[in-house]
């Protein structure tokens, strides 16, 4: 009797969801590309490789947000840090990029051009294999998932929470970034790496590369929502909010919170991963500023503007604020910051369920009137059969022969 | 670690196969982590001290719980009743004296997730459920299964399950609730629902402090009545200070104070002890 799981995750998402899903899907892997890549310059309809780099790198931060609101929205564990994890996916596969512009580099050599610069000699250990797409995309999910385990192993078993956490989760990507900037660290410094040529021989800046990466960030948003509707939809999801409430009394009926967390954590760390490194062929750049804590701040934003606990909300979020930011960085670049400010005061302030609660609020003032005139529904039972329609009680005796 | 998990693991697959021996009659195999209640006594505590900053807390108290049996504590504030409910589910441990569940398994060397495996329910003091989900959801996620994660991630909802949740329901008189999140359910609920959560966990022992604090008269007398009701099938260990409950509850009376047991019987022989009554109107 047991539901096969495609079915289930089918059953995870309205049906509303799926098309939208669908509709988005048919939008970020047809008609964007071919108005990007088919559709002749001078076309109407043809997308610049600007909007389409731009869209694709909004793609990328919406993979983050919903990895964000995993953890802060479900499991109520709110991390300062998950740019880290989105730099560690980036410069993995950076490594691969900086290996594939082979000897096209300003100095024509083997090195990528800040080794040679540094006077090294040979790529250092942790290089090794870094020409090989395949043990990229490896690190790009392991380097994450494995520095979240590990951190989150320590502090999680610590029983660290709260604001402590977040100011530990700032402390870590902090930490971080002074690392990368350190030239002897072996990842380019301040400047870390730039100047792309190539993704398995074919060149990154042609309208057909441009196009599948911006498809491939739209398959991993769509995943991501998929694994995360399933997650929050199912018993684990309600064990996660459920820690979030009441950890002791979830400890006492028998779960251990602290694999659940841990799992959601690693889980998260690695989706921030996978989108840093589609991040970053797309920008074309990926430098320790991605570690800085203002950078994991923001992230907190986008889910907090957008509605935490929703996932779609997280994704609105992180739309509204960054295209915000394009904007504004091109109008007014020194008055960003004040704006950023001014939305997360706004938010916490009138908004505490951003977007999403707005919505819901509105949806429900209009929904009040007809329920108000049909009277009142009769009760179902939980799943959703009509409730026994006799005294609330049943003879106290049946109960005793269950 | 590891440790614990593999007694999590033995413990549920020793129950999956019907193997914690009851009252099995015929030749009994004592296996280590099974609840043996060949001699009929489900809760033994013996001579147990517990201090705080040498404030003895608990002073040499003993106290045996029958299989079956519907027991319950009562005592002025400080008496200890909390305490005692801290040692048996491993959240305090004794300084001295000895703590058995069944006749084989040692509460004093288990963890509080072990002991709750091993078939020991408690409802707090103060009753705490998880606000946010509903009275089924709440039930749902206390309901005995494999807590591990990787089972949770798949976990489903048979209809066996339903229907017990549905049957717990309604014995908690929540039937019409199921759907509302716990959160804006009276208090008197979710004591109800704690209790409810409780029964999904299907323990053997189940402690009860002061479960019907701030219910209504007839809160209480239907809380009663349920408990009255589980006893037999499981053993209830009540600390109440409502008196009222403790007489419909009919079971025998255990007075504790400063730490130790004053008396025990009968409500009305207790009452009717000088030093009870001494204790209870005061110095
Ligand atoms: N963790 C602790 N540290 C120090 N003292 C404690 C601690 N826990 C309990 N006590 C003390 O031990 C004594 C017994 O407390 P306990 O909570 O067991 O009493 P009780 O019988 O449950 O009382 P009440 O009826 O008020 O719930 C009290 O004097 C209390 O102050
Ligand atoms: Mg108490």
Redesign the interface.
Known sequence: ???P?TL?ILRSTPRAGWIALAIFAAVAWICVPVAHAVLPEGHALHLSAYIVSLLGKILCYMVVAVAMDLIWGYAGILSLGHGLFFALGGYAFGMYLMRQIGRDGSYGADLPDFMVFLDWKELPWYWAGSDSFLWSLFLVVAAPGLVAFVFGWFAFRSRIKGVYFSIITQALTYAAMLLFFRNETGFGGNNGFTDFKRILGYAITSPGMRATLFALSAALLVATLVIGRY?VA???G??L??IR??E?????????PL??KL?VWTLSAVLCGLAGALYVPQVGIINPSEMSPATSIEIAVWVAVGGRGTLVGAVLGAGIVNLAKSWFTVSFPEYWPFFLGFLFIAVTLYLPDGVVGLWRRLGARRAVVPAAVEGVKP?????GEP??AQS???P??K??Q? | MSGVMEWERNAVADEQRGNFSGNASGAHVVREGELDLSHNVILYLDDITVSFDGFRALNGLSLAIDAGELRCIIGPNGAGKTTMMDVITGKTRPDSGKAFFGQTIDLTRLT??QI??AGIG?KFQKP???????A??NL???MKAD???RR?????L??DD?DR???V???I?L??E??RPAGLLSHGQKQWLEIG?LLM?EPKLLLLDEPVAGMTDDETA?TA??F???A??HSLVVVEHDMAFVEALGGKVTVLCEGSVLAEGELAEVQDDPRVIEVYLGR
Request: with cysteine; hydrophobic share 45%.
């Open positions: 009797m047991r539901t799981l289930r997650l199912s018993r684990f309600r064990v909010a459920a409430d009441a002791s009394r979830v400890m006492f009926i028998g779960y251990n694999h659940y799992f009760a179902t039972g939980p799943c409730a026994p609330e009680f049943e106290i005796a109960g005793a269950a | 509080e997730p709750a495996h408690r705490t459920v998880f606000e946010q989900h509903s089924f959801e749902e996620l206390a807590k591990r994660v949770t991630l798949f976990a489903q048979f209809d339903r949740i549905a049957e329901l309604v014995q008189g039937a019409h199921a759907d959560m966990q239907r009545e349920l009255v009701s589980l037999g099938k």
